[in-house]
Nanobody, 120 residues
């Protein structure tokens, strides 16, 4: 099995910064794309940022220029640096990974979520 563990959420004032981390562990053969999603109360889960194994990135329009996604393939980890945070960024942030396991099964795995709250 594969587990994703997130850390780094918290409470921050508008204009501040936070860095989220996510580490994947378990029966991992390889990881393709990794990404961060978020879900605010009463809203659907949305993609925030995504990075492929080769380092190609994409961002939601709402976070372009403020958030940066990166990964450490040796550690099976993905990070999200969030700057110039706004109250609209308040949500539970989820890590996601597309994993090929050691028994050659492909799966889409999620972390448990970490709360980010931005006060005005």
């Amino acid at each position: 099995q594969v587990q994703l563990v997130e850390s780094g959420g918290g409470l921050v004032q508008a204009g501040g910064s936070l860095r989220l981390s996510c580490a994947a562990s378990g029966s991992i053969f390889s990881i393709n794309a990794m990404g961060w999603y978020r879900q605010a109360p009463g809203k659907q889960r949305e993609l925030v940022a995504r990075i492929t194994s080769g380092g190609s990135t994409m961002y939601a329009d709402s976070v372009k220029g403020r958030f940066t996604i990166s990964r450490d393939n040796a550690k099976n980890a993905v990070y999200l640096q969030m700057n110039s945070l706004k109250p609209d960024d308040t949500a539970v942030y989820y890590c996601n990974s597309e994993v090929t396991t050691t028994n050659w099964a492909w799966g889409n795995y999620w972390g448990q979520g970490t709360q980010v709250t931005v006060s005005s």
